[in-house]
């Protein structure tokens, strides 16, 4: 197998890869079973993942398994990302 250097998102973007990325919080449910909303879940985070955020603009989607249909969360995150990619001006990423 061909192994291939490890980049990080900088290196492989550019500055730009921040207004191209969005967290997915998966397992949301985990949140709401702690007694969680998403965000007191958000509030609680460490200053590690609070960064991140900030850093992509807090675009994050929380992606639950109980309650909605797959079909229905799939539509959820696509309508997400939508906004995302209307929020960049349909502007593409590119890479380096």
Known sequence: FRKFPQLSPFELLGHAWKN????LF???E???EAGFSEGEYLHEASE????LLNSVQH???FQYKKGNSLNKQRIKILE???EFIRENCHQALTFK
Do not use: F, G
């Open 80 to 82: 997400r990302i939508m």
């Open 59 to 61: 675009r994050y989607i």
């Open 26 to 28: 998966t397992h949301a």
């Open 48 to 51: 590690t993942l609070l960064t």
């Open 30 to 32: 985990k949140t709401e």
């Open 20 to 23: 191209y990325t969005a967290i």
